[in-house]
Structure formats: structure tokens, C-alpha cells
């Protein structure tokens, strides 16, 4: 009865995503490559048809051996550099004067044909019971879900007829190690070459990991909520949980998560330790905020309220980084900076860090500390510059936003100030200027009495 009830949950989702832009067959299990965790016809057929050039002379170079050369070497590169960074960079190949692309993603102004094109090439398929291990020939993962050839996603299903999520996540914990002992790294577990994100799913809840360590493995919820509390709420319409593969995994929904909520996080010898996958309350909040700016221009105000533990700093991050690229439909930048501020020198070190951490480009995200000098004069300058990101104290905001409201009268640019922990110790002067940004009616009631209680408040 479990068995007959996991299989057809597994194909009703099969089924949504192969109807709804996805890739889906029946056999396609066949094709998976268990030595290096990759479907390789994907791979070729990506490269053929979105670099051609490149895919004629590694054709003349190997010939029918182009197959398993591709595959050693993206494998290999995998490995090395971890799959993010594979998937926004590309790899090297002997005869070719740039890397070879392994993905094409959506840019902030998507005015190109040609990058069009490729994005639209994308490959995005999902596999049933993948025979994924060199170690053991009959364990199989319930679901892939690959991109252009490479794994990014796994998922363990469970009927709640029998089961729950938590045996998912136990038969991660205790069935799925990355590396078992005396055996191989396991191309699609192990990290950082194997898949971004796991997912334990049944009927009615689903749970996260990026980082499998056997036993010692830490999931994550990604539920909707459920009036306020825990889990989700039923869904009349099918499954609790089936906001998963109709909503998170929609083809444009997926691509954009790969390409702008996917964070490397990086040690001090730049070795990747971490990635970092949002939650779904993260996704909804960001991409609500970011839909209504659209929608209504800059000169809203916007709160978002973070319980403890939930993730606000990267929250804060995501909203930062997708604000400083937003374009109108006339392809306008909407914002010429953004200013994020904080109440904390703690906190600001990690804004600080898990903003860098979304692109290591130098010039995009200024800090503005004690070690450069004067705070005010770094701050006018950057704001003068038009750096991307500026992060600073409260204690500093008084000076940017003289510096904001100059820069608007005389040369009409336009800034988003995101405020972190806007309750806490923001009181006194600093806390009046950064007050500023209500409107007349909210300063009146504050004034009166009132108060703006909030962990997060974010005026555009």
C-alpha cells in the first residue's frame, strides 16, 4: 500500500512538471550516468544548441569520445569548485578560447536575443528512482532534478497514509550518506559537487538540507505556514504540500532561485563550506516586495517582520541585491543605491558579509566603517558614486540622508533604505532622522503617541 501510494505521488509531480516546461519520460532513469552523477544527453544537446562553434570543435577534436570527456571534465570541475559556482561559470576545455557555458540565466535587463535564446534553451528535467550510487547498485533517490545535465536538486517522497516527513529526512540521515566509509564521495549527495538542495517531502509538510553529513545532518522546514502556526494549511484543491513543484519548482521560479537566491558562503581561504538555499518564507516575502515595487514604484514603505532564527539577515541580503538591479518595463533602473541599516555593529559585520557573499565584485557593495577615514565623507562619496549597496550604523544615517535628499533635489536620483531592527535602540536623533521616511500622518501619530514597532522596516 506505501509503495503504491508513493508511486503515484511521484508521478502526479513528474507529471505536473513535465506539462508545465520541464523535461519527463518514463526510462529516462536509463540515461543517468552513476559515475559522475550527470545526464549526459542534456549536457551535449545544451552545448549543441546554444554553442555551436564550441560543440563543432570538441566534436572534431573527440569525436565520439566527446561524451565521456564532457563528463569527466565537468564532473571533475564539480568536484573542485562546487556546482554553483560550475553553473554560473562554466568550465575550461582544451581547445577553446573561453569556458563553456553550462547555463544561461536571466540578466537584469534581458534586452539581448541571444541570451534569450539560451535562456529559453535551458534543459530542466526531473528522473525517477535514479540509480545514483557507485557504492551501492540498489539504493535509488525517489526523485533529480537536473539542469542542463547537472544535478542541482534530490528528493525522498512519503505518503502520510504511512509515513511522514521525518522518515524522509532519517532515510537522508541514515541511508544517504555523501561519503560512506571505505566507499566513493557520492557524485549527487556529497559536497560541493553533488546536488544545491534536498528535499524531504510528503503530502502535507517538506523539509530542506544543502549540506548532507549523515547522522548529523540538519534539515530545515519549507512550509508555507498554517494560520500563523506550524506546517500547512490543507489544500482543497490536491496535495498540502503541492506549492512545491507547481509554485517552487516552475521553470521561471527555479531558474531565478539557481541564479539569484543560491549563496556560496566561503571560509578564509575562499574554500566554499556552506551553500545557502532560502526558506519559502524568505522567497515570499522578497519576491512580494519586489512584485509591488514594480507594480507601484519607489516611495512605498514595506514591513517585513523576521521571528528569531528565521533568517532576516539574508532576507535583508536577497532584498538588498534584487532592489539595486530592479529595471522598470522601460528597462530604468528604479534605484541609483541602496542603504541598509543597521543598530548593531555585530549585526552590521554580518549584513555586511552575507551581502558580499551574493557578488564578489569589487565596487558593488560599500561598507562604511572606521577604517577608511571620516564616515560621513564615505558615505557621500559612495552615495555619490553610485555604489550598488551601501551598508552603515544608525548612528551614520543622519549623514546619508542629507546627503540622499541633496542628491534627489539636484540631480533626481531615486534610493531605497532598507532598517534593520528599527525598534530596538534607534532612539534619539539618529532614530528622528531615519524617522524622516514616514509619511506626514505616520509622524503626526508617533508624535501623538504612537509608535513604529517593528524588526524590519524598509521604505522605497
Known sequence: ??????????????????????????????????????????????????????????????????????????????????????????????????????????????????????????????V??????????????????????????????????????????????????????GGMTEPLLGFPGGALVHFAVSQSEVMMTTRLAGPATTFLPFNRGNAGGAGNAPNPDGFATAYLWEEVWARESWLDILHRYCIGKRDDKKQLKAVIFPRYHQLDATRRLVADVLANGPG?????QHSAG????????????????????????????????????????????????????TGVVASITNEHGSKSAQLGQALKDGKKIIVCTIQTFPFALAAVQELAATEGKRFAVIADEAHSSQTGESAAKLKQLLSAQEWAELQDGGEVDTEALLAV
Request: hydrophobic share 40%; with cysteine; aromatic share 8%.
Open 300 to 304: 512605498q514603505r514595506y514591513l517585513i
Open 310 to 361: 528565521s533568517g532576516k539577515t539574508n532576507s535583508i541580503a536577497w532584498t538588498a541585491h534584487f532592489l539595486a538591479d530592479l529595471h522598470d518595463a522601460e528597462h530604468k533602473k528604479l534605484f541609483d543605491s541602496v542603504l541598509v541599516v543597521s543598530d548593531r555593529n555585530v549585526l552590521d559585520a554580518q549584513l555586511q558579509e552575507a551581502i558580499f557573499d551574493f557578488e564578489r565584485t
Open 1 to 126: 500500500m506505501n509503495l503504491h501510494q508513493e508511486h503515484h505521488f511521484e508521478a502526479e509531480i513528474c507529471q505536473h512538471l513535465g506539462a508545465n516546461g520541464w523535461l519527463y519520460a518514463e526510462g529516462d532513469a536509463a540515461l543517468c550516468d552513476r559515475t559522475h552523477g550527470l545526464f549526459v544527453p542534456d549536457l551535449l544537446a545544451w552545448v549543441e544548441a546554444t554553442q555551436p562553434d564550441s560543440f563543432q570543435r570538441l566534436t572534431k577534436t573527440h569525436g565520439a569520445g566527446l561524451a565521456g570527456v564532457q563528463a569527466e571534465r565537468v564532473r571533475k570541475n564539480l568536484n573542485e569548485r562546487g556546482t554553483l559556482d560550475v553553473l554560473r561559470r562554466g568550465v575550461e576545455m582544451l581547445g577553446l578560447k573561453e569556458p563553456l557555458a553550462l547555463a544561461q540565466f536571466k540578466p537584469a535587463l534581458a534586452i539581448n536575443p541571444a541570451i534569450q535564446a539560451s535562456y529559453a534553451a535551458n534543459r530542466l528535467r526531473v
Open 128 to 181: 525517477r528512482q535514479v540509480a545514483h550510487s557507485p557504492n551501492n547498485p540498489k539504493a535509488e533517490l525517489d526523485l533529480v532534478l537536473y539542469l542542463n545535465g547537472i544535478a542541482v536538486a534530490t528528493a525522498e517522497l512519503k505518503s502520510d497514509f504511512i509515513q511522514s516527513v521525518h522518515d524522509a529526512v532519517d532515510q537522508y540521515r541514515f541511508d544517504r550518506h555523501p561519503a560512506p566509509k
